[in-house]
């Protein structure tokens, strides 16, 4: 607990907060009812999603089991079907038909039901509309996948290449007695047209908030959906489908690939692998916390109006000299106004805090400058380090300016920190660090990137010329006395802003892969990363 003690006012004594205590414990109260009110209204909302991810939750997993039960079901008939038709060959089109229409409607599990041959013609089929497809050959990639397997299976949604319907196929394999595979029975599942699907769970009223579902397969694509126009889109993008496809149930709160925000309850179907999702709108909860802030706001606003112009009176007094500093700093550290005067303010610790402000200032201005420069500049070799050669590349970005970036390093720098020690590594470094200096432009930039890695900037430099130059610096380095006494050689990998890439941190990426494959191919050379991803020619260079 603060204890505030009145202070004594002395002429030309600056004005103590004491004086204004009695205002700040209105405001207090103020600030705790505005408390209440928000952690209120946080509360509430949580619980209000709580419950109705809650609820979703257990409505998709009770339509999980539901449409497993359902599936396995299906699976079963397929087998019941495949005891009747083993014999198929036996029988006429004509005859199998008959109990393909019999078994499609006692079931009404599938909206077609066909036999097809292991040479993959289609030897009955149901309904009647499908009895011209008997004798054609299934061209699908699903039907050819069915046959290579010679197992039960269920597809992904396709659509068919001579119906052009959204299906989902489930098939059962036939066999003789003796094990010979025969072909297989599959039934469809017209996605887009009254189906099992929609007759069992399409009717299902979730609540009367504008809450649905959807059912989704394994790899994201609408299955089931009230609006029968999305039915077949692929919308692995949405965070739930997502958590599906990876096999996990669950509940969040979620944006949609459509950007509205959802309370989401989801379960995998077991025997499918196919997954429901039962969403809440948030508009939904936001309505209801609409009307709770309603009704509490009735009692709260006249008070909060008299305690806010309260505030506002308080709070004007209060904050004018801190306001006034505050922007005298927002200025300073922009730049403007390092010459201004601390004003001489009326409240007394403001007054106190003004002047040591000031004296700050003229600290910081003192060290502003060389911090700034020690912070772009690598301590061994005085090049620009990776934080300067960033923003230079990012100001050219800005500037639109053309330039190539070179990255290098000393080829098997290890053995020299090694054989020589890490001071003979530093000063092979500072060696380096001077040839790149005396082989560049002075609008050109030398950095340190890190270690034995070095990048040059070449402003207004196309590849061309770039690689003239990173040859120069290469040879240069080769041929050159340097501290160790023996040859050393450089591999550097070129890349063009910004006819390559208009990102730094690409451009970056794209020199170093190409320095990479100059590793790769032996060091000592000069490799220039190439947009198709194929590294060019370094003759065709230099033509």
């Not at 997993?61 to 599936?71: A, E, Q, T, V, W």
């Not at 034995?452 to 240069?476: G, H, N, Q």
């Not at 100059?518 to 220039?528: H, M």
């Amino acid at each position: 607990m603060v204890i505030f003690h009145d202070i004594q006012l002395k002429p030309k004594q600056k004005v103590s907060v004491t004086m204004l205590v009695i205002g700040l414990v209105c405001l207090t109260i103020f600030i705790t009812a505005t408390i209440l009110l928000i952690l209120s209204f946080h509360f509430k909302k949580q619980s209000l999603i709580d419950t109705a991810l809650s609820l979703n939750s257990s409505n998709s997993k009770k339509m999980s089991l539901s449409m497993d039960r359902l599936f396995t079901s299906m699976r079963e008939s397929l087998k019941y079907s495949v005891e009747i038709l083993h014999n198929y060959p036996d029988m006429t089109s004509q005859e199998a038909y008959g109990k393909l229409e019999l078994l499609r409607k006692s079931s009404h599990f599938f909206n077609s039901i066909a036999i097809v041959k292991e040479t993959g013609q289609i030897h009955a089929a149901s309904p009647a509309s499908l009895s011209g497809l008997e004798g054609t050959v299934v061209a699908s990639e699903v039907a050819k996948e069915t046959l290579r397997l010679k197992a039960p299976y269920l597809s992904k949604p396709y659509l068919t290449p001579t119906t052009k319907r959204m299906i989902v196929s489930m098939s059962e394999p036939i066999f003789d007695k003796q094990g010979t595979y025969l072909g297989y029975i599959v039934g469809t599942i017209y996605l887009q047209e009254p189906n099992v699907i929609s007759q069992v769970f399409g009717s299902t009223s979730i609540d009367e908030n504008g809450s649905y579902y959807y059912v989704v397969s394994s790899e994201g694509h609408l299955l089931y959906h009230p609006d029968i126009k999305r039915v077949g889109e692929n919308v692995i993008e949405n965070p739930v489908v997502n958590e599906l496809t990876q096999g996990h149930s669950g509940k969040r709160q979620v944006v949609n690939s459509r950007g509205i925000v959802q309370l989401a309850g989801y379960s995998i179907v077991p025997s499918t692998g196919w997954g429901i999702v039962v969403v809440s709108p948030g508009q939904a909860v936001d309505n209801l916390l609409h009307q709770f802030i309603q009704g509490i706001l009735v009692y709260f606003v006249p008070a909060i109006l008299l305690l806010l112009i309260i505030a506002i009176w308080l709070s004007r007094r209060l904050a004018q000299p801190f306001v006034a500093l505050a922007r005298l700093i927002s200025h300073y550290e922009q730049g403007q106004s390092r010459d201004a005067e601390v004003s001489s303010y009326w409240n007394r610790e403001a007054d106190l805090l003004a002047k040591t402000i000031g004296r700050f200032l003229k600290h910081i201005e003192e060290h502003t400058d060389q911090l700034s420069r020690e912070a772009m500049i690598d301590p061994l070799t005085g090049l620009v380090n990776r934080r300067g050669m960033e923003k230079i590349m990012n100001q050219w970005m800005l500037e639109t300016e053309e330039y190539t970036l070179l990255i290098m390093d000393i080829d098997r720098f290890k053995t020299i920190n090694d054989t020589y020690g890490h001071p003979t590594g530093d000063v092979m470094l500072n060696h380096l660090a001077r040839l790149l200096q005396r082989n560049v432009l002075d609008e050109d930039v030398c950095c340190r990137y890190g270690g034995e890695e070095f990048v040059v900037l070449l402003k207004r430099t196309p590849l061309s010329e770039a690689y003239a130059t990173s040859e120069r610096i290469r040879c240069a380095f080769e041929t050159d006395e340097n501290p160790i006494g023996r040859t050393c050689t450089l591999s550097i990998g070129l890349a063009h802003y910004p006819t390559q890439t208009n990102e730094p941190a690409e451009l970056l990426s794209f020199a170093d892969q190409a320095l990479y494959e100059a590793k790769r191919n032996g060091r000592n050379q000069s490799v220039v990363y190439n947009e198709d991803k194929k590294l060019l020619d370094n003759q065709q260079m230099l033509l």
